[in-house]
């Protein structure tokens, strides 16, 4: 759940109505998430986005017109350099194919949950992203360290990068990597939760990713991350 009690503001994106439909009962059933608005397609969805901002905008990916992925990249895009993130991109789908993920990610997405999951994976699901934290379905993120260790070899690392951090960075970066909260990330390093933020915020700006999930991902390739899976 969100670390205060402000209600979360949800854009629910689906070409389905049936679909939206169940979604959208399920998400207002929790006390804590507001769904703001509907869309069919992903223009519409960048359009309601844009007028609405809403804290967490759950996408569907194949939608006709405009799929999800370019409008999770329109929406994300649409915040200036350096001004923080206030909508956040949750994507939704019952496909779980490789290059959806990478696109997904590439275009800005926080979170990729696949649409079989249980009905609560989905209400905690909102509350992660809408944390600013990272999140990905387990079997997506198994596929995704496999294939991040071959693009390693292939060579994307960025040392230059990893030097820029500090030795308590690295061990923050480390957590984050292992899909660790800031609440447990404190408890490990013996911290406060609010100096765990700090280092989290200053992780993102000198590495110039977005949010956790790029970190995670870039952990990763940079082989800062441990055997476990980050979920």
């Known amino acids: 759940m ?12 689906d070409d389905q109505e049936m ?20 869309a069919g397609d ?8 844009r007028e609405l901002t809403p804290d967490v905008v759950v996408m569907d990916i194949r939608m006709p017109g405009m799929d999800g992925l370019t ?21 939704l ?7 959806y993920v990478y696109e997904a990610l590439a275009h800005g997405a926080s979170g990729f ?3 079989d999951a249980p009905a609560r994976d989905l209400i905690n699901a909102v ?8 999140l990905l379905a387990p079997s997506v993120t198994r596929r995704l360290i496999e294939d991040v260790a071959r693009r390693r070899k292939a060579g994307s690392l960025r040392p230059e990068a990893v030097s820029a951090l500090t030795a308590r960075e690295l061990d ?17 390093l013996f911290l406060s939760e609010q100096t765990i933020k700090t280092h989290v915020g200053r992780i993102l700006a000198k590495l110039e990713l977005r949010d956790r999930t790029q970190a995670v991902v870039f952990a990763y390739e940079n082989g800062l991350a441990g055997g476990e899976a980050p979920l």
């Open 127 to 134: 509350r992660v992203i809408a944390d600013g934290q990272a």
């Open 71 to 91: 409008a999770t990249g329109r929406i994300i895009g649409s915040h200036a350099e350096g001004e923080e993130l206030t909508t956040r991109v949750l994507i």
């Open 2 to 13: 969100t670390t205060d009690s402000r209600t979360i503001r949800v854009l629910l994106v």
């Open 42 to 49: 992903g223009l519409r969805a960048v359009q309601l986005a």
């Open 113 to 115: 949950l696949l649409k």
């Open 19 to 38: 679909v939206r439909d169940g979604l959208g009962a399920l998400l207002s059933s929790a006390p804590d998430i507001e769904l703001v608005g509907e």
């Open 172 to 188: 923050v970066l480390r957590q984050v990597a292992r899909g660790l909260s800031n609440s447990e990330i404190a408890e490990e």
């Open 93 to 99: 789908t019952t496909f779980d194919l490789d290059e």
